[in-house]
């Protein structure tokens, strides 16, 4: 004999799986069409007599199924493959260092399940390597192309020559400047605010930013702005002083060989860290930007006779080596790159196939201790 929880739960399974078979045998009878929108969830609770819960569980399972994609603020839509004789041609640019393999990854196992062919292109994150795959790419005119820019700044003449071409572009991680190209990247702000939680919840109260780039980019500026508000959203200090950068290192004195630029970095990092030794009140904790800055930092600090952590804490983003960040219990956030990619190509099929899409695809960053 059934308790009454478990005969609960076979009917609760019962109408879940009516409800999701009906959805997909509309789809595949073509009742449903690719691209058209679904009725919202309440609107579904009184087509099928169910309750919300069940509904969006279903919704839930066919969005993994890759049978429905949510655009936020517009609503589920049906996807579905585009049916060509032959693969669409959508190759990816990337830089192709290691922690890139996991993008890489991620966007040729969901080409592979749309019949979609991706040759890859390694930059090795070098703006003359990108602009000659563009040039030609340009010429042999894919059906799209994904791209990780080098530089947000740099190829915007062939960016824009693709776009005129009517070749669809989506990126990676960062947009090109100027150009409105569809882009899948991270929770950057969110999950540097989460960081700055974490470090307040744990009893910091003076919590310092440090970013190595040459650049205020549109990735540096998210995980910014996200640092502040977390620090706004604490009732703690936001001073420029907490702010530490290599935004002033010269053009001049930048050189192409990466073995100068970790010397000239390096010379920055120890000014700012000799400006953090001279401050009255010191920050107990510094954000840094991403593994690199956290990597640099925390050596030109002990270099320094500072002492990590008890003297000074130091979180990451990014966080490619997971292993190791929870033996050390450093809070950090990791990037889904697989997600990332797999986003990427997915995103790319339904301009392709004229669907709607949200400009700016936003993949969960994962908190670390």
């Known amino acids: 004999m059934h308790s009454p929880f478990e005969n609960m739960a076979k009917k609760e399974k019962t109408l879940y799986s009516a409800v999701y ?17 679904l009725p919202t969830e309440i609107e579904l609770t009184k087509i099928y007599g169910v309750s919300r819960i069940t509904v969006a569980r279903a919704l839930k399972d066919l969005a993994e199924s890759n049978l429905i994609y949510r655009v936020k603020k517009s609503g589920t839509f049906v996807n579905g493959k585009l049916d060509h004789s032959t693969p669409l041609i959508i190759p990816a640019i990337l830089p192709f260092e290691e922690t890139f393999n996991d993008i890489m990854t991620g966007i040729q196992n969901t080409a592979l399940s749309y019949n979609i062919f991706t040759p890859l292109y390694n930059t090795h994150n070098n703006v003359e390597r990108e602009r000659k795959f563009l040039t030609e790419l340009l010429s042999n005119k894919p059906d799209g192309i994904i791209v990780y820019p080098c530089v947000s700044l740099c190829n915007l003449d062939l960016y824009a020559a693709i776009l005129t071409a009517k070749i669809p572009i989506v990126c990676i991680d960062r947009p090109i400047e100027g150009l409105e190209t569809p882009l899948v990247t991270s929770t950057n702000a969110d999950s540097m605010c989460g960081v700055v939680n974490k470090l307040a919840a744990n009893g910091h109260k003076r919590i310092g930013f440090f970013s190595v780039s040459e650049q205020m980019a549109y990735t540096e500026s998210e995980r910014f702005r996200g640092f502040c508000r977390g620090i706004v959203q604490n009732g703690l200090p936001l001073k420029n002083e907490y702010i530490f950068n290599t935004y002033d290192l010269h053009k001049k004195e930048m050189t192409s060989s990466p073995a100068g630029q970790r010397q000239l970095f390096h010379k920055y990092v120890k000014n700012e860290l000799l400006r953090y030794l001279s401050l009255e009140e010191k920050p107990t904790a510094i954000c ?27 979180t990451g983003f990014d966080c490619t080596d997971i292993e190791k960040a929870r033996a050390e219990g450093l809070i950090s956030v990791r990037q889904d790159f697989f997600r990332l990619g797999s986003a990427a190509v997915s995103l790319i099929l339904r301009i392709c196939n004229g669907q709607t899409y949200s400009p700016i695809e936003l993949v969960e960053g994962i908190p670390v201790n």
């Open 21 to 37: 078979n009906d959805i997909i045998s509309k789809i595949k009878s073509g009742q449903l069409k690719v691209g058209e929108k």
């Open 288 to 314: 840094c930007l991403n593994d690199t800055t956290l990597e640099m930092v925390g050596k030109v600090a002990k270099q320094l006779g500072i002492s990590i952590p008890e003297e000074l804490t130091l």
